[in-house]
């Protein structure tokens, strides 16, 4: 079981510029979501999903697009790169009922 | 939406000795409030968690208390070791769609 996991683990984007952040779970759960977490803010949750097929917004959402094709897979897109999406990006997963998330391990991105 | 805060931002105990970090939400329908650690560098793991059917919760060296009359929920954590360490964030669940509110975390030093 590899729990979470999520790719790439570090990246550096120039301004304007697009990427994908993948975020896989093997656990079988319905929930997924996406956070950042910057300097003296905690984490917010940019979008999250409650099941395959489906995305919601959460506190932070914009410059941010995300998709769900596959139960086990969450993907964060950011369509032009602005330097204030520099952050730490976590992907979690939980089950409805019992409301625990399981974590992945982060991934740090740089935008010059 | 929700308002999570958490104090004290930071926090130095003598080794052995209590710590309390504390937390108070804004929402009266929220029913979930996990607490996590993170470790500098590494991913938030959920050490203690309480729904808001129960007053109190405890784990060994560490305590939830919850009381929904003021909105309020509190870690305690007992005998304090230098590993204990990190950076604890507070947690609320809103009460729809499973959307997660964090603080702003508190950074604690147990000093040897």
């Known amino acids: 079981n590899a729990g979470v996991t999520q790719t790439p683990k570090f990246r550096v984007l120039k301004t304007g510029q697009s990427m994908t952040l993948l975020c896989a779970q093997d656990?079988?759960?319905?929930?997924m979501y996406w956070y950042r977490q910057d300097p003296g803010m905690g984490l917010r949750l940019i979008h999250y999903s409650v099941g395959e097929g489906t995305t919601a917004k959460g506190e932070v959402p914009d410059g941010y697009n995300v998709s769900r094709l596959k139960k086990q897979n969450f993907l964060l897109g950011l369509e032009s790169a602005a330097p204030s999406q520099t952050s730490v990006y976590f992907c979690a997963s939980g089950q409805g009922d019992s409301y625990e998330q399981y974590f992945g391990p982060g991934t740090r991105l740089t935008v010059t | 939406g929700e308002n999570v805060e958490q104090h004290p931002s930071t926090l130095s105990v003598q080794e052995g000795d209590s710590a309390v970090i504390k937390c108070t939400y804004s929402?009266?329908?929220?029913?979930?409030f996990p607490w996590y650690k993170q470790e500098l560098g590494k991913r938030p793991q959920l050490i203690i968690d309480?729904?808001?059917?129960?007053g109190e919760k405890k784990d060994q060296r560490i305590a939830v208390t919850l009381n929904k009359t003021a909105k309020h929920f509190s870690l305690h954590i007992t005998e304090t070791q230098p590993e204990d360490s990190a950076v604890y964030f507070c947690a609320a669940r809103g009460n729809t769609g499973n959307q997660f509110y964090f603080g702003t975390g508190t950074s604690l030093t147990v000093i040897p």
């Open positions: 309480i729904r808001s059917n129960v």
């Open positions: 929402d009266s329908a929220s029913n979930y």
């Open positions: 656990m079988n759960h319905e929930y």
